[in-house]
């Protein structure tokens, strides 16, 4: 029998996936658990720049459907103004087992990733929680904000970066500002103040060793000197 496959683009999956949503279908997700075995990743060799890599990442549920992310990661993309992770989502029937649709695996990561992040912030941070801070000017950001905004009545979001002015330009972003448009009016900002709610939004691929020169970020703190909740999301 002949195969016949959809395809749905970044536009596609990112509609389908409202963050309010999504949140509370990862809850649920998170409750019953699935087989998720250690990522498979390979190395791509390169002569002229920084190897690639080439990960599989399968995941299924007993009785359910089988999923598998498939992903490149080429360091030389950031010269080429490509970003570095390429992915594809393709998801296979529960009884045949026949793929039934592949999907475009970035818009799936930066949503879901995002909402896994609100998720914890409806357990570690406070239900009345106004300001949100997001460390990092990376592509999670707008995700970020846009995710925390849905489970959190947030007033105003303010970007901590290392490089102030990425943090400036992610602060002015569009989608950060208006992205939200049921939420309460908000303004965005360098992080300079005080938070109740905070999220890193560094990019996957991003070093993780800190130059001397790297400024080393102060824990945000609440009023009357308690911690802010902190949730990672990289």
Not at 23 to 35: D, I, N, P, S, T
Not at 115 to 128: E, F, G, H, K
Not at 168 to 178: D, F, K, V, Y
Request: with cysteine.
């Amino acid at each position: 029998q002949q195969m016949s496959l959809s395809f749905a683009d970044y536009q596609t999956v990112e509609a389908a996936l409202p963050p309010a949503a999504l949140v509370e279908a990862l809850r649920g997700g998170f409750k019953r658990g699935c087989e998720m075995p250690p990522r498979h990743r390979h190395i791509w060799g390169r002569t002229t720049e920084a190897d690639a890599a080439l990960v599989m990442m399968p995941a299924w549920q007993t009785d359910g459907v089988a999923g598998v992310k498939l992903a490149s990661i080429v360091p030389g993309n950031a010269q080429r103004g490509t970003p570095p992770v390429q992915s594809i989502y393709v998801l296979f029937d529960a009884t045949t087992g026949r793929p039934t649709k592949i999907m475009d695996g970035r818009a799936i990561t930066l949503n879901r990733t995002a909402a896994a992040s609100a998720l914890a912030s409806t357990y570690l941070s406070r239900p009345d929680a106004k300001n949100l801070v997001v460390m990092g000017t990376g592509s999670m950001a707008p995700y970020l904000v846009r995710a925390h905004c849905a489970v959190r009545p947030i007033a105003q979001v303010a970007i901590w970066g290392r490089d102030p002015e990425k943090a400036r330009r992610t602060a002015a972003s569009p989608r950060i500002n208006t992205w939200c448009p049921d939420s309460p009016p908000r303004r965005s900002c360098i992080a300079t103040r005080p938070a109740t709610a905070a999220c890193s939004a560094r990019d996957a691929t991003a070093r993780r060793t800190r130059s001397s020169r790297t400024p080393t970020p102060t824990p945000t703190t609440t009023s009357r000197r308690r911690r802010s909740r902190v949730t990672r999301a990289r």
